[in-house]
């Protein structure tokens, strides 16, 4: 059974800094692209960022580059979302999910795999 479960979130004041982890379980974590994608409240899914196999290549959404890193340990199992210099528009349940179409990354929809995801609030 595939599982992927998020944790780090929190809230933290406009400015600063969060990473957030996911372990994952179920299946072979070195062989798929994985991706983080966020949902605010009353909208729809937002992909923002994306990595390889083998964690040397990245891709962002506009949105987030240049100040958030993903990054993975594939010893552990484990995807990463470091995120600095937030905003209030990065609140949101952000969720890590397997790719299982690389050509298909940065739809959100064509997802399988979630997670149940941690929350972000970013408020002074």
């Known amino acids: 059974e595939v599982q992927l479960v998020e944790s780090g979130g929190g809230m933290v004041q406009p400015g600063g800094s969060l990473k957030l982890s996911c372990i994952a379980s179920?299946?072979?974590?070195?062989?798929?692209?994985m991706s983080w994608i966020r949902q605010a409240p009353g909208k729809g899914p937002e992909w923002i960022a994306v990595?390889?196999?083998?964690?040397?290549?990245?891709d962002y959404a506009d949105s987030v580059k240049g100040r958030f890193t993903i990054s993975r340990d594939n010893t552990k199992s484990t995807l990463y979302l470091q995120m600095n210099s937030l905003k209030p528009e990065d609140t949101a349940q952000y969720h890590c999910?397997?790719?299982?179409?690389?050509?298909?990354?940065?739809?959100?929809?064509?997802?399988?795999?979630w997670g149940q995801g941690t929350q972000v609030t970013v408020s002074s």
């Open positions: 990595i390889g196999r083998g964690g040397y290549s990245t």
């Open positions: 999910a397997r790719v299982d179409d690389p050509r298909l990354y940065s739809s959100p929809l064509d997802y399988q795999y």
């Open positions: 179920g299946f072979l974590f070195s062989n798929y692209y």
